[in-house]
Structure formats: structure tokens, C-alpha cells
């Protein structure tokens, strides 16, 4: 049954289209990355403080992150229950791409800069028209409750979650709406059913050469590391032979079966020093996405071993920070259906003629005979949970329970948490053609083609928040799901505690935007093609 807030969350939603366009296309042009999301975070802060809630910027010490409360306290006696959303708004570097039918970066940058993949940008704006629209029907209605709304940066490299959830942002939730535009077939429009993501660990290996006069002796030479003594090899010899050593060992790190991989990127290399003296740091991260903590700490302690190895064949030191410690997720079927069933009230979305005259204008940019159905058929058929778990199940071993990896998964060990996906524009394709990147880029940032999916996922985000809050019956069968998964409930005997045991990593040399003489650019300038 439809109930009178569900028609006032969905009349909202489809009365503020233009608000959630305006709002998704401000967050893909700022493109801000990891842990440097500063105009998209204060963008954020900003309007759910102008639109009535309590928020706290910089949460859990990180400066892009933020947490807001709003409650209506009508019609209630006793305790209301409180429903959590989050936006996620980091872009990629090296993906700046403008809201075009051409590939271009955005204006005054050069493709090296951020720009939003998945699109985060629509993501979080679904996430928040969901939970604006939520707000608006509680008080049309005089519904009770309190709605949290987390802002979560860094997601590329799993980085927020983890750290909320060990200071306890999750805590006292009685139902997590998580949404992600979908990324690969058949997660498509549904709800994830028991496979969950998996477990991800991530951290960045400092190598420093500080005491390079240790490394041999300079007979006669006035001062040391002279141009005519030897000289020790430094840091970037240091991260070369960690980096080449890894990968060589790779095979050998974990078993071949089940979905994982191990993904590397240079932060820092040396000072750009033409002198003779050896580079004094360098600053490699790992990533590794699997479905275990057991594989992530084995994947771990092999990296740990490159890099001391490393190290000392090169007269340097090294030092582990965490990025990240994520677990992996854990199901709830009571929750799954809730949001389901709004899935199915709200019908998957629909691209307009002018949104398919913008694709075909793309395929002919790209080299493609344009189509008369350019999307793919998928993206407008709504997949039940239960048939998209098949599908994805035929490619993974019986034994392997978690797959890819999103560091959602923490927030499903504090609260009973859906995982839904709504179809972004996808193109279909002729055979043996793949698209360049810069395409599902641009579709992320065009009004026309993404605007469907942001009306969809808000509307779906509503109707799942209003039903956990409404409906106290449906609301305790996720609860009671929760305590027997989790061995009853947080600290539990089948519980996952907290991994997290750091601080945010927000100090290392992360790619942002840096204002300089020449203006506000991407840190590698824009002449430097």
C-alpha cells in the first residue's frame, strides 16, 4: 500500500527536479578527490543547515566530512525511531570530463584533474533529495523521528566509513539506506540479497632516506653524498624495488579463486632534485579489495615484508599508515524487501527523447552508427534481488560470501542496512566496441541523461525511510534479522568489531586543486599536457 507520506515524498521529489539537477551538476563540476572535497563538503554543510538540521562539520576528525540530525518529535510519547542516509561526492584523478557530447575536460583544467566516475555527484544528491523528501512528508503528515545524514569522502580509497563507524556515527540506527548508481550487470535496478561487498584494506608505505651518509664510506670527500663518493640509492630506488617486487609476488599472495585484486599508486617521488643527492621520500598506497579480513591481513603481511626488504637494500626506512581497514558486509533480508518493494512503487527510470538525442550524439562522437535505442535495454527493467543474486553467483565459488568492495559494508554491522542500486545512462555498444572512459563521465554529468536516475534513487530513498519509519512491525523484523546475524546485535557473538585503530590519513600528498599565481588549478598545471 502507497501510503499519503509516500505520495508526499514522491510529489516532493518530482517538484524539486530542477533543485536535484542544478545541485548534481554543482557537485560534478567542483570534481574534488579524496580527503580534499572541501567545496562539495561545505556545499553540503551549507544546505542542510539552511534547510533546518543540526550539522557537524568535520566529522570523526575529518575536515570533508560532516554528520546532521533533524527530528520531528510530533505525535510521539516515546522514543522515535532514527533512520540514517549518507552522500558520498569524491571524484577520480585524471577523469575531468565536462557535461559534454565531446570529449573535453571541464573548463580551465586538463584531464589529469578530478571528475566524477560512478557518478558520486548523482549519487549524493540522490541520497539527499531521498532525505529531503523524507523530512518534508514527516512533517506533512506529523510523523515521528530523527533522520542522520552522514557526508562520506574519500570513498575511492574506503576512507570515511571506517573511521565513523569506530566513533560511533552509526550507532543507534534502527535502518542504513545505502544507494550506488549501478556498475555492473545485473546490478542494475534491485537490492543486493546476501552477497554483499567484501573486506578492503588499504595503506601508504612511506620509504625515507634520512641518513644517507650510512651507507658507505666517502674517502676524502669534504661533505658527504659528494658528487665523487658513492652514494647511498635513496628512497626511490626503494620504492621501485617494492613496487616491482610486489607485483612479481602478486600470484603467489593469495589462493586463485574468488574475486580479489591488488591496486597500486605513487603518491610521492623523491624532491625533484636534479643534485646528486638520493631522494629522501617516496610514498607509495595499496589497495586491496577481497572478500576477507583473513585475506587482507595475509595480502598485509606480504606487503609489509616487500617493503622492509626494500627498504633495507636501499639505505632507506619505512613507515605503514592506514588509509583504510573496511569489513565486509553483512545482509539483511527484512531491510532488502522494504526497499524493494519501494523500488517497484517508484518503477525504474526513463530516459526521455532529448536524453537519447544526446546518447546518439555521443555514439557518433565516439565513432558508433548511432542507434535508435541508445541505452541499454537493462537500464529501464527493474531485476528482482533474488534473480540478480543468481546471476552473480554463477561467476563466484559456493564458499565465497562477499564480492567487490564498497566500505558501506561498515555501516552494516551498526544497523540493519539495504544496499540498492538504480541504472545510470549506459550506451549500448556494437560488438567487440567499448566506449572510451571519458563517455560515462560526460553521461554522468549531462542533465538529461542523469537527472532520471537521481528522481529515482531520491524517490526510492524516501519510500524506504518512510516505511522504516511508519511501520514499527517492519521496522523490528530488520531489527530482529540484525541480532540474529550479528549473534545479538552490536558486540555480539557473530559481531565485527570496529577495524579501525587509526586516523584519518588526510596529511600524505592526496592530487587536489592548489591556487597559485596563475589561479585556481589542478596540482599538475594546466599546459602540462
Not at 621520500?281 to 595475509?298: D, G, H
Not at 558486509?329 to 517508484?346: D, K
Amino acid at each position: 500500500m502507497v501510503t499519503a507520506a509516500a505520495i508526499s515524498a514522491m510529489s516532493f521529489v518530482d517538484g524539486h527536479r530542477d533543485d536535484l539537477s542544478s545541485w548534481t551538476r554543482t557537485i560534478f563540476d567542483f570534481g574534488e578527490t579524496a580527503w580534499r572535497e572541501y567545496q562539495s563538503a561545505d556545499w553540503y554543510v551549507s544546505r542542510l543547515r539552511a534547510e533546518g538540521f543540526d550539522v557537524e562539520a568535520g566529522s570523526g576528525g575529518m575536515p570533508t566530512a560532516f554528520c546532521a540530525h533533524w527530528t520531528n518529535k510530533a505525535g510521539t510519547n516515546g522514543e522515535a525511531p532514527t533512520v540514517g542516509m549518507y552522500a558520498e561526492y569524491d571524484a577520480v584523478p585524471g577523469n575531468c570530463q565536462d557535461a559534454s557530447t565531446v570529449k573535453s575536460p571541464r573548463a580551465g583544467l586538463n584531464e589529469h584533474a578530478g571528475g566524477h566516475t560512478d557518478p558520486h555527484s548523482g549519487l549524493g544528491i540522490s541520497s539527499l533529495g531521498g532525505l529531503l523528501a523524507t523530512k518534508a512528508a514527516m512533517e506533512k503528515q506529523g510523523i515521528a523521528g530523527t533522520l542522520r545524514f552522514t557526508g562520506e569522502p574519500a570513498e575511492k580509497v574506503r576512507g570515511s566509513k571506517p573511521i565513523h563507524a569506530a566513533k560511533g556515527y552509526y550507532d543507534g540506527l534502527d535502518g542504513m539506506i545505502s544507494f550506488h548508481p549501478f556498475y555492473m550487470l545485473p546490478l542494475c535496478n534491485t537490492v543486493r540479497w546476501d552477497t554483499h561487498c567484501g573486506a578492503a584494506y588499504s595503506m601508504i608505505y612511506r620509504l625515507v632516506c634520512d641518513q644517507p651518509e650510512r651507507w658507505g664510506l666517502s674517502e676524502g670527500a669534504p661533505i658527504p653524498q659528494s658528487h665523487s663518493a658513492v652514494r647511498a640509492p635513496g628512497a626511490n630506488d626503494a620504492l621501485m624495488m617494492m613496487y616491482m617486487a610486489s607485483k612479481a609476488l602478486r600470484d603467489s599472495m593469495l589462493p586463485h579463486h574468488g574475486g580479489w585484486s591488488i591496486s597500486e599508486a605513487i603518491l610521492t617521488a623523491g624532491q625533484a632534485t636534479a643534485d646528486n643527492l638520493p631522494a629522501a621520500l617516496a610514498e607509495i598506497q595499496y589497495m586491496m579489495r577481497v572478500p576477507t579480513i583473513a585475506m587482507a591481513e595475509q595480502v598485509t603481511a606480504d606487503l609489509d615484508r616487500n617493503a622492509e626488504h626494500a627498504a633495507a637494500m636501499t639505505g632507506c626506512r619505512v613507515e605503514r599508515h592506514w588509509v583504510c581497514k573496511s569489513r565486509p558486509g553483512l545482509a539483511n533480508h527484512a531491510i532488502a524487501e522494504i526497499t524493494w518493494e519501494a523500488l517497484s512503487t517508484v518503477g525504474a527510470p526513463r530516459w526521455s527523447e532529448a536524453a537519447k538525442a544526446i546518447a546518439r550524439e555521443i555514439q557518433a562522437n565516439s565513432g558508433v552508427e548511432a542507434m535508435e535505442e541508445p541505452f541499454i535495454d537493462e537500464c529501464e527493467r527493474l531485476i528482482a534481488p533474488q534473480e540478480a543474486e543468481a546471476i552473480l553467483r554463477r561467476d563466484l565459488p559456493p564458499s565465497q560470501i562477499n564480492s567487490t568492495s564498497d566500505d558501506y559494508t561498515d555501516m552494516t554491522w551498526h544497523a540493519p542496512t539495504v544496499r540498492f542500486y538504480v541504472a545510470r545512462p549506459a550506451l549500448k555498444a556494437p560488438k567487440n566496441f567499448a566506449y572510451p572512459g571519458w563517455v560515462m563521465n560526460a553521461l554522468g554529468g549531462i542533465p538529461a541523461t542523469i537527472d532520471p536516475m537521481v528522481n529515482c534513487a531520491a524517490k526510492t530513498v524516501a519510500l524506504t525511510a518512510l516505511r522504516l519509519l511508519e511501520d514499527e512491525g517492519a521496522r523490528q523484523r530488520a531489527k530482529d534479522e540484525f541480532i540474529e546475524r550479528t549473534g545479538g546485535g552490536v558486540g555480539g557473538s557473530k559481531w565485527i568489531a570496529p577495524l579501525c585503530d587509526y586516523e584519518s590519513p588526510i596529511h600524505f600528498r592526496w592530487p587536489e586543486y592548489v591556487t597559485t599565481a596563475r589561479g585556481r588549478e589542478w596540482w599538475i598545471p594546466t599546459g602540462a599536457q
